[in-house]
């Protein structure tokens, strides 16, 4: 542990060393104007802040403005929906079918695929299905109402994915990784709350809790959770995982070695037991987290 302590502080030392170099060659950076700005308004909080009343800048509009600044940071992968939440249509779906997955989807846009998930061959807008209603039947195919899909690539910055999809005048694109198979997608919505905050329509229902405490002492929690929220509010232990995973379900993925099933506990090396209560085939949804004292409820019979 001192060995540790003392090779630690010589790279400080290192570092402070190679700092101080550069500024007596090339004198001091300038801060950048990003920076500036940030640190304006940081300070501006830190004095409490004029009140809004006098023209000031309100809380709402200072964290618009920081999440504007780190936009520039953020790439494709970073906001959009992962595969596994996409709500697609296959090429053969009927008309009437169709009708049917945009009352249940509640989307202004549905992808369509070809036999996978790995081909999207186009989407289509609720508006188009609408103008199909009123026109003669043979007009009323999946064919007549495809309209091309944007493909992006993963590391594809934000701010240039916005200005392709006003440049192209598409509001959803298909993220695509280094195969060309589909990681996700985004809608121009899930930009703009990348700035603006969640924006929720009247059809949108409240979420459950990614995170809610039982009072047996054991955890209800949403698989996409994120191991760094869950080893704050639980247990840090639970986020100690050597493994390249994020989220719960990834957690619970890797300790079970394949998709668990609903009913199926799995034991963390810490004692906790994650107990699985929602899923389908290809992911968990939602898991129960019991505490390592105690037991958890013997999975019932099929």
């Avoid at 640190?39 to 009343?53: C, F, Q, T, V, Y």
């Avoid at 996700?184 to 603006?196: A, F, K, P, W, Y």
């Amino acid at each position: 542990m001192a060995d540790d302590k003392e090779g630690d502080s010589r790279s400080e030392g290192r570092g402070r060393l190679w700092h101080g170099l550069k500024t007596m060659l090339f004198g001091e950076p300038e801060p950048s104007l990003r920076d500036q700005i940030e640190d304006a308004i940081d300070e501006h909080e830190e004095e409490g802040g004029a009140p809004a009343s006098n023209g000031d800048l309100t809380p709402v509009e200072r964290q618009m403005l920081r999440n504007l600044l780190h936009l520039g940071e953020r790439t494709v992968d970073d906001v959009k929906v992962p595969r596994a939440d996409i709500i697609a249509i296959p090429e053969s779906i009927s008309f009437p079918d169709l009708v049917v997955a945009f009352a249940e989807a509640e989307h202004s846009r549905l992808p369509v695929y070809r036999e996978s998930l790995d081909h999207i061959i186009g989407m289509i807008h609720i508006k188009d299905m609408l103008a199909a209603l009123a026109v003669s039947q043979e007009k009323r195919t999946v064919d007549a109402l495809l309209r091309a899909p944007l493909y992006v690539p993963q590391a594809m910055g934000v701010l240039d994915l916005l200005a392709e999809m006003r440049s192209k005048r598409t509001h959803l694109a298909i993220v695509i990784d280094e195969y060309s198979g589909t990681e996700g997608l985004v809608t121009i919505e899930d930009l703009v709350e990348e700035i603006v905050g969640e924006i929720e329509d009247e059809h949108d229902e409240e979420a459950p809790a990614l995170l809610t405490k039982r009072d047996d002492g054991g955890w209800d929690a949403d698989a996409r959770a994120l191991l760094e929220d869950v080893g704050t509010a639980v247990d840090p232990a639970l986020a100690d995982v050597d493994e390249d995973v994020d989220t719960l379900g990834g957690l619970a993925f890797v300790l079970a070695g394949h998709v668990p099933v609903v009913g199926e506990i799995l034991t963390h090396p810490s004692g906790w037991r994650l107990e699985i209560t929602e899923g389908d085939e290809r992911r968990v949804m939602r898991l129960r987290l019991h505490a390592a004292e105690s037991t958890p409820p013997l999975a019932s019979a099929a």
